[in-house]
């Protein structure tokens, strides 16, 4: 049931309904209200403060290099402490600009946003989706999901998996209890927050055995959610699991 609820608002998100809303509404960039050519689109002037991750990067969290390193460099802190995970990619840098986006979509009621970030996630998360047999969204707790009315990630996932071809799996990991909000955790703090608080849907664990992921969610952080729910789904059989988001947390 849960599927099908995502599958339908990643349709819905993705325009099969763009045609009857352009004709009673002018499109609008969902952050600024500027209007825009067409559903979708953000305004120029947004797009101008965005910045892109690209290469050179780390091969390993996708953290960007400033300055030119050699293919399948790997950042010091994943040779000290290697995550679970086999790639992270992001489209963004984490900032002013990126942020309020997000935030927007993310807490202001606007799921049909979540089409804007597909091409950009589509694009620097190509070898992954390419390798991958699922994607699986970071899940909310059910009481978070009520307040909120719908989980994020589920819709980048959703919209993902049309875009790509890779299944869904909406509901492939849980969260087994309910975690603050992390906001203003630091490292150390946000891994007793999650930690053991996700686990694989016992129906999909023999779907997962065997098989290569991608975690979708809206900003990787400090990774300490992408961890706990890497080793979640380690432990029930996945040989890899790769990580997909909107933007990511640049620190020097």
Known sequence: ?????????????SGLVS?????????????SGAIVSHQGVIAPHIWRDLQFISAPLCDCCGFPFPFGAQDHMVCGTCLAHRPPYEKARA????????????????????????AVFIPWMK??????????????????HPFRLMRRRYNQ????AGLLAEESGVPMLADGLIRKRATKTQGHLDFRDRQKN????????????????????VLVDDVYTTGATVNECTRALLQAGVTKVSILTIARVVRT
């Open 1 to 13: 049931m849960k599927q099908r609820v995502y599958k339908r608002l990643a349709a819905l998100s």
């Open 19 to 31: 045609g009857a809303v352009d004709f009673i509404l002018p499109p609008r960039c969902f952050v």
């Open 91 to 114: 489209a963004l840098v984490y900032d002013d600009a990126s942020r309020d986006m997000i935030l927007k979509f993310k807490h202001g009621d606007q799921p049909h946003a979540a």
């Open 123 to 140: 694009r620097v998360g190509a070898a992954c989706l390419a390798d991958a047999d699922y994607l699986v969204p970071i899940p909310l």
């Open 153 to 156: 990630a589920a819709l980048l």
């Open 194 to 213: 999650v930690r053991k608080a996700f686990a694989a849907k016992e129906k999909h664990r023999a779907a997962l055995a065997g098989k290569a992921v």
